[in-house]
Each structure stands twice: as structure tokens, then as C-alpha cells.
């Protein structure tokens, strides 16, 4: 309470209304999966595009797992594009990555002698995958003469030498004039650029300090050395991506070895940078040692340059291709499942701090179902449930997996059991995109899909209470098998939900249900409205803890609440023709004992009346005669 001390008017806010509770998104996805390249660790990045998810994690090109005899689809890629391409808006990638015991998996190159004791020196791609066998460009480009003769103010009208737009850190090469007598020892050559109290200076490495006005120097052209930087990354439509321009000095603002260190100070250098420079400890300090080691040539890597090429940025260019990268092998249920050593998360794991995330799957994980993978393949699949089951507010969109008959998929959906996840059969059939000649047919789980018709219906539709069903799959030429109505009348009422192909209609999904043997949560609607539901009234009633419990309190949290569930009713989301009808909120003496109280409780008893689909519209008609009295 304020203090009123001298006598005046004193105005002051106040509010009359009792607090808002807002809804949350039901839509942001999140997918866990292989991928060509990308971060294996830490949070992963919002995507809101395919893309970024090219950019971060590689585009659509295929995997190859060292312990597979043939490439495999890169599901969790052609998941993405899905997604974004049925109406998804908001997405998070988490790369899984299982390394291989034959080899290292990050893609590198050393570059000259190694040190005592063994050290790396030399490029290293950024993250494990063979997308980091790619072809790295260091193009030197010359700036025109930057030592420039002007007249001298003490004495005209003589003239003296100075340097023109160079700064301390800078590295500048000497090119000696052809028509200039040979002296010994030649001045040509790169040199580091520094400042004293009389101004500026070069030096090669030594005690000598060359200043414009030196005899050395009589004869001579200073050019501004900057490095351009093109990446090429394996793959049939990559392009060529053209980096900044650097300077070759490590204290420059734009300094080369900064911006390619091995570990970036901000997490958009991380995740946009896709090698590193591990540069010896003789050549980390200057930048003319720097541009050598890098260029290969320990005494003058420019030396072929002429007149004629002063101004030619693409004159000087060394061209390195990184090798050795690897995809690991196919991942295990474990690394799926992810790990939290409290300064590293992985797998699942990385998800549980990012609060908005509704929806989560695993693209292709269910793939090539046998003997020897089923094991692994069922604990994937737990892995999603449990998470969705710990984290509350989830959903797992489940595929099932591929080149199964009806029988199959039953015993598949047999082993679990689950509010919190749903089941998609069959697999979806696309062109693939990696055809040139757009004739070949690929088969992707239906994941992708179903979380982008997720999003669309969320958006679309009254909302999330409406079924996720009868919409049409965007992207699909058909499925891995065509069903008709007395297969899924078998597979409907165990949970498993099916697309199909209705004649003038196209390929729809035709089902909403979850896996769960409960029947007030058999649709995968009434389970993620409940969720939203929760969820926002989780966030929304913050406000109350540490509140006095009392009337007052209490009356606070059943209008806050009550004008939510009022607000939903009306937009169609609960059952009933009046609001008594579609809710109630208590929150009251007859929700809370003196017990309650004492230990700090407060307790508030809500019940609502979720829409259920229309799942079996039945029409009855009867015979009618015109003398029938009605």
C-alpha cells in the first residue's frame, strides 16, 4: 500500500477486471530424426520454412548409414517439406546422430606438418555428415595502391609518401614496381600492418618496422589483402555459397579466423558457418602467417602475381575439399531418446524446455519393420510416448510402418497404448523430387503430412477442437496401398487411422483417432483440446500463487476462468446450447477443505463438454404415405 504523507490528490491505476487468459498455439511441431548435416546437440532452432531447414540441416539428398548395404531416404527432410506444404507454420528439427566405430564422421582436411605433440591444423567441417565433404574456395583479392605520394607540408615542393585507407590489423602486399631496380633483399611480400606513436607501420614477423617514407619502400605498391570464402556442398542442386569478405588478421574487425573459429560466439555463426579453421599456434597471431599456412606457401603464395592482375579478385584462389564425413549409423532407440548431462541436451531431450511445442514426431523411424529392427523400432516409439505422456501437453503423431498388411498393423498397434499419440497408415506416395525426369515414386511416412494437416485444420477450422480428418493431403499421387471400407472398419475402432482415396475427392485422411483403450479419450481431438485447454490455463492463472487464499481470490479465479471457457463456447468449441450447458467452474469452500487452506491449496473444480466428431453419420428412412396422418 502506498504512503500518503503531505496532503494533496493523489491518482492512481487500478483494475477492474479480472485477468485474461489468453489461448496458446496448438500447432508448433517438433521432429526428431537423422538429417545431412546440422547440429547434434543443444537447443534446436525454430524453422518456419523449408528453406531454413535446408540451411541449417541440409536439403533432401539421401543418407548413407554405414551400416546399410543401400542409400536411404532422407524421411525427416521430405517431413519437413511436408509439413510446410500442408499448412505448418512453426517447426523445430532435432538432429540425432549415431556415430560409427570405422569412422570419425566430421569431414576434414590438414593443411601442412602436424605439431609436437600431434595437433589438428587445417579446415574442419562444422558437424558430423557426409554433406560436410564439400569443396571450400579461399579467393585473395588485391585493393588498388594504397601507398600514395602527397606534398610535403613542411617543405613544398617536395612530396612524401604516407598509407591511404589502411587501419591497424590489416595485412597489405608489397608488389615491387617491374621497372624498379633489383635490390637485396626483395620487399615483396605480405605484412602485417601496425601503429605506434609515429603512425603506421609494416612488419613481416621480425623487429623490423617498414613506414611509408623508408627507402625499402621507394619502389613498391601496398594492396589491402581480403579473402572472399565459396562453399560447395555435395549434393545434385546445391549451389555455390558466396561468404563475407575477410580480412586475413585475427584482431580484425572481420577477421577470417573469427568468424571460422571452431567455437563461434554466437549461435547464428554456429548454425550458418558450416566449417571451422583450426589454424597452427605459429600462425594465430598474424595475419600474413595466417594467409601462408592457409595458402600453402610458407614464403610467398602470391609470387605469380603481375601488373596485370592486381585488380582481379578471382585471380589467386586455393581450393581444399574436405573428405571422411559420415552419416553414423542408423540411429538406436537410445539416441532417439536423447540424453541431458545438464550442459548438453540431445535427442528428445532438447525439446522439454521449449514450452511451446504441441506436437512431436519421429519421420521415418518406423522404416523397414523386420526381426532384427523391431526391437529398436518399438522403443522409438515408446521413447515418443513417454515424452508426449511427461510433457502433458503433447500429442505423438505415430507412423506406421512401412510395407505391412492389415494383420501387420494391427499387431503393430497392439503393443502400446496411449492418450497422448495417434496412428497413420499407409505411407504416402510422391514424386521424388530428386528425379530430374519427375517419373520416380517414393513412399514417406505419413507424419509429416499429418502434423501440416494439424496446423491447416487449427488454422482453418473452429480451431484445435475440430477433428484433424476428411482433409486432403497435399503433395500425395496415392498411398503405399489403396484401402477400402471393410479394411478399415477392421482397423478403425483399434485406433489405427487411415488414409484413403475417395473417387472425385482425392486423397483424404479418414480418421481422428488415438491409441488409447480409454473411450473418453478415443479422439485425437478431444485429447489435444484438453491439452490446450490445460495448457492455457496453466499459463493464464500464474498470477494467483502467493495470493491470499480467500474469497476474493477465489472469486478472481472462477470469473478469470469462467470468461475463457465462455469465449470458446461461443466460438463452437464446447457442447451445448447455453453456457451451463458447455461448463462449470467451482472454486469455493466445496472444492476445499480447512485443511486446504492451511497447507497453502487452492482448488478449483472445472468441467467442460468437448465437440466429438460426427465419426458415423446414420441417416434412417422409412416408407411414407400421402393419407398418413401426421
Known sequence: MPEYLAPGV?????????????????????????????????????????????????????????????????????????????GGSKLYVTRVYQPSDSVSGKSRLEIGAQGSPPQFNGLRARFPGEAGDMRITFAVRLSSNALASVPNPTSPPSAVREFRGLRPNDVVYLFTLPSSPVTSPSPRGLYDVGEDGSGLYLSSGGTQKLRANDPELANVTAHLVTVIVRVLRPGRFEEEETLNE?????????????????????????????????????????????????????????????????????????????????????PKAEVYKGKDTGTHKSGLETFTDIDEISIVAAPGATANYTADTRNTINQTVQSLIIHCERMRYRVAVLDAPNNQLVSE?????????????????????TLDPLDEDGRRELLLPPSGFVTGIYARNDAQQPGVSKAPANEVVLGAIGFEFLLNKAQQDVLNPEGVNCFRFFEGRGFRLWGARTISSDPEWKYVNVRRYFAYVEHSIDKGTQFVVFENNDDRLWANVRQTIEDFLFNEWRNGALFGAKPEEAFFVRCDRSTMTQNDLDNGRLVCLIGIAPQRPAEFVIFRIGQFTADRRS
Open 10 to 86: 493523489y491518482v492512481e491505476e487500478v483494475s477492474f477486471r479480472s485477468k485474461t487468459i489468453e489461448g496458446l498455439s496448438t500447432s508448433v511441431t517438433g521432429f526428431v530424426g537423422p538429417t545431412l548435416y546440422g547440429p547434434t546437440e543443444g537447443e534446436p532452432e525454430l524453422l518456419t520454412s523449408f528453406a531454413d531447414f535446408a540451411r541449417i540441416y541440409g536439403g533432401l539428398y539421401q543418407l548413407k548409414f554405414e551400416d546399410a548395404s543401400e542409400e536411404t531416404p532422407n524421411y525427416v527432410a521430405h517431413a519437413v517439406r511436408a509439413f510446410f506444404d500442408n
Open 409 to 429: 498393423v494391427r499387431e503393430f498397434r497392439g503393443q502400446f497404448d496411449s492418450k497422448y499419440a495417434a496412428l497413420y497408415y499407409p505411407w504416402i506416395k
Open 246 to 330: 575477410f580480412s586475413p588478421h585475427p584482431l580484425s574487425r572481420n577477421s577470417l579466423s573469427a568468424y571460422f573459429m571452431d567455437e563461434p560466439e554466437s549461435r547464428r555463426l554456429a548454425l550458418s558457418v558450416p566449417f571451422a579453421i583450426l589454424p597452427p599456434s605459429s600462425a594465430s597471431a598474424s595475419g600474413a602467417a595466417l594467409l601462408k599456412w592457409l595458402l600453402g606457401d610458407a614464403n610467398d603464395p602470391l609470387a605469380g602475381v603481375t601488373a596485370d592482375r592486381l585488380s582481379s579478385p578471382s585471380a589467386f584462389e586455393k581450393v581444399y575439399s574436405l573428405d571422411n564425413g559420415s552419416d553414423g549409423d542408423k
